[in-house]
């Protein structure tokens, strides 16, 4: 039981990190391609728009940066793992303060605090509805911290350090990322025109709101696109941090033989990286989004499991803890103590009502294109590992190989 349930969670959880990697570089070649479009005049001024395989091509390009950034040495992915941190604290900061500042027009506090858009287009007008599903991107935004889990073996003190470095990212996440969404909010005055695809953003309503801005005041948009730069290089910030993240996973499971050609991916160069789960990392990535060019609504499935994929390979091991192994299991040096319990239910059912949420329906009337493909994904993940499972693994996987005495 315990080698199917560890095989299961690291399957979940490499195709799940696969997924975000996916979706973060994705998003960052749909940026680069926004900003050409404004940079050339915008979709109104007759700017280049670029075609799926230009937006898969830079996709790809940007996945070979990442790989080969995440090929140096440990010091130097480390310096842009600093180089990363600050970008994005100073930018956001940055950010949150300066388009709210030049915006011409801002929006009332009433209506950046309880104005839902329900004349949306999309046939959802409940505004409960329209609240659960604005859950997924903040629940998407917390996705990968547990990348400090991934690392320990290159952290000091790991037992501490670890979790510490989880609960400040997700601490940093919520304050800082909070703020930079009001920043952008009071900035917001019609949300038709930003949602608009004949806008001259194409219809990137981040992008429409910086580039109106500074046009607005200075008759320019130069300011809003140099704005949405920054955002660009944070998004490329993460998406190295995400194959550092899917290159640790791949090489801890292959080490404990989970994955197939195990022998090949835990293999470590002169620098003790990891170089071979790297390439596989970003070549997997790459090969995900290729499923853009024939259908979108296969790679919104494809990418649907970057959120629910992870929190349940999160919640897994969360729920074993507080009912089978709520007596034998030993905390470590850094624990939650009595409340320990308290906050591992609350988890466990709080995953299991968001993957509920995210599976709902984001568009109405339903039809082939506007389905929401998520449980379909997610489930044929699960089958897959289970067949796995039962043909393959469970004849020569004896769980994962112990290196250290306790």
């Given amino acids: 039981m315990h ?36 940079s050339t005049g915008g979709k109104n001024g007759g700017g280049y728009e670029a075609s799926k395989y230009v937006v898969i091509g830079f996709h790809g390009a940007i996945l070979l940066l990442h790989a080969i950034i995440n090929s140096l040495p440990i010091t130097l992915l480390s310096f842009f793992g600093q180089l990363a941190a ?13 388009i709210p500042t030049v915006a011409t027009e801002r929006a009332s506090a009433k209506f950046v605090f309880t104005h839902f858009n329900t004349d949306n287009g999309e046939g959802i007008n409940s505004k409960v509805y329209i609240f659960v599903l604005g859950l997924l991107m903040s629940q998407y935004t917390l996705v990968g911290y547990d990348a400090s889990a991934h690392m320990t073996e290159e952290t000091k003190s790991a037992d501490k350090n670890g979790p510490r470095g989880i609960i400040s ?16 909010t009071f900035a917001v005055t019609n949300i038709s025109d930003l949602l608009d695809e004949n806008n001259d953003a194409g219809g990137y309503a981040i992008a429409e709101i910086f580039y109106q801005v500074f046009k607005s005041r200075y008759g320019t948009g130069v300011g809003g696109i140099i704005c949405l730069g920054v955002v660009a290089v944070a ?73 629910i994929g992870l929190y349940i390979a999160y919640a897994l091991p969360i729920f074993f803890r507080v009912t089978l192994a709520r007596k034998s299991f030993i905390p470590g040096p850094f624990n939650l103590g009595r409340y320990g319990i308290l906050v591992g239910w ?40 289970i067949a796995s499972w039962v043909f393959s693994a469970r004849h020569w996987f004896r769980g994962p190989i112990t290196n250290i005495d306790a």
Avoid at 286 to 307: E, K, P, R
Wanted: hydrophobic share 55%.
């Fill in 169 to 184: 990212s997700i601490g940093i996440s919520i304050i800082v990322g909070w703020g930079y969404i009001l920043g952008i």
């Fill in 346 to 385: 609350i988890a466990v059912l709080w995953v299991a009502t968001i993957s509920v949420l995210f599976s709902l329906p984001v568009s109405y009337p339903i039809t082939n294109e506007t389905l929401n493909y998520t449980p379909v994904a997610v489930g044929c993940l699960f089958i897959l590992v």
């Fill in 86 to 98: 600050a970008w994005n604290l100073v930018g956001v900061f940055i950010l949150m303060i300066l």
């Fill in 235 to 307: 998004i490329f910030f993460c998406g190295m941090s995400s194959v550092t993240s899917n290159s640790r996973m791949a090489y801890a499971f292959s080490r404990d033989g989970a994955m197939p050609f195990s022998s090949v991916w835990h293999k470590v160069n002169n620098q003790e990286v990891p170089i071979n789960a790297v390439w596989l990392s970003a070549f997997i990535s790459f090969c995900m989004a290729l499923t853009s060019l024939g259908s979108t609504v296969a790679f919104q499935a494809m990418v649907s499991i970057a959120t």
């Fill in 3 to 38: 080698s199917k349930l560890f095989l299961c969670l690291c399957r979940f959880n490499i195709v799940g990190q696969w997924a975000v990697t996916t979706s973060v570089d994705y998003s960052l070649a749909q940026v680069i391609s926004v900003i050409i479009l404004l």
